[in-house]
């Protein structure tokens, strides 16, 4: 899953990338209010999360014109103020949640967590996709109630499929959800995973489709 974070605080904006990519998500890091709907634009995100006082444009500013382009990507506000106000301000924006600073880490990833699972029309924490189950919280995954262990890159791009169940997922889309704007992706890379998991699920688990994509069967 990749992650779009607006976060301008740089020791608090840089631990909270690292608390991600450790939580096993693909995050871009934007320091400017102004300059988060132009990131937005360069990949596909599967959330944002957007801290309401940025430099350049507020995170409300940017929320409502989020909004107003028709955008459902799940957003959730970050913000050092207490006031009820702010908080009902952001939810009619059309914030998904809200966390107040300071928040513990574990608190963070379950309301982003959540936010995934309503994008996803799953109600609990629990993903399927045929006989695959992965829990999004324990990150652990089983095939027919046998557990199955991956690496992290590989059961996002995993993650992506399930979500997308029955779906083509172009090749585009599995390389933005595991790696952000730094990475060096190989011409091969999603070519590789897919590889993989098909060993780990079987050689039929997967179709190609030239020029298209990939499905999880």
């Known amino acids: 899953m990749r992650i779009l974070l607006a976060e301008d605080d740089p020791q608090f904006g840089e ?14 890091r934007c320091l400017r209010g102004d300059s988060v709907l132009p990131a937005l634009a360069l990949a596909p995100y599967d959330a944002l999360i957007l801290d309401i006082g940025l430099p350049g444009s507020s995170g409300f500013a ?9 955008s459902l990507l799940p957003v959730l506000l970050l913000t050092a103020r207490d006031a009820v106000s702010d908080r009902v301000k952001g939810l009619d924006l059309g914030a998904d949640d809200y966390l107040g600073k300071p928040f513990a880490m574990d608190e963070l990833f379950a309301r982003l967590r959540s936010c995934l699972r309503r994008t996803a029309g799953a109600s609990g924490p629990l993903l399927r996709a045929g006989e695959l189950q992965l829990d999004l919280v324990s990150r652990e995954l089983s095939c027919k109630g046998q557990r199955l262990t991956m690496p992290v890159k590989e059961l996002a791009v995993l993650e992506v499929m399930m979500r997308n169940h029955g779906r083509f997922v172009p090749r585009a889309r599995l390389e933005a959800s595991i790696y952000n704007w730094d990475s060096q992706v190989g011409s091969n890379t999603v070519e590789v995973y897919i590889s993989h998991l098909r060993k780990r699920l079987g050689s039929e688990a997967i179709e190609t489709l030239r020029g298209v994509g990939y499905r999880l069967l």
């Open 15 to 28: 631990s909270l990338e690292e608390a991600l990519t450790l939580e096993g998500y693909a995050v871009d």
């Open 62 to 70: 940017v929320l409502k014109q989020l909004r107003e382009r028709g």
